[in-house]
């Protein structure tokens, strides 16, 4: 039998985190991120009562996804 790495032991899920703590790691503003829910360019993956939660890496792409229309002109693209 193999050894397990540390990380091994923890399941695979992604960490959900809420809106406020999503925007500041893409580092965008809290609204943004609602605004990105709102146009369905971001889905929350769950609730913790009323705060919607978010995997990071959806937020990141989100991100991405708004610095592409931006730089590329594109109409209705939201500011990130």
């Not at 605004?35 to 995997?55: C, E, H, I, M, P």
Request: proline share 11%.
């Amino acid at each position: 039998m193999s050894p397990q790495t540390p990380l091994a032991r923890f399941s695979p899920l992604p960490a959900l985190i809420p809106g406020p703590l999503a925007a500041h790691e893409a580092g965008v503003a809290p609204a943004t991120i609602r605004k990105w829910v709102q146009l369905g360019r971001l889905t929350a993956a769950g609730k913790a009562g009323r705060a919607q939660l978010f995997r990071l890496e959806d937020v990141f792409a989100a991100e991405r996804d708004a610095s592409r229309r931006t730089a590329a002109g594109m109409p209705g693209a939201a500011p990130a």
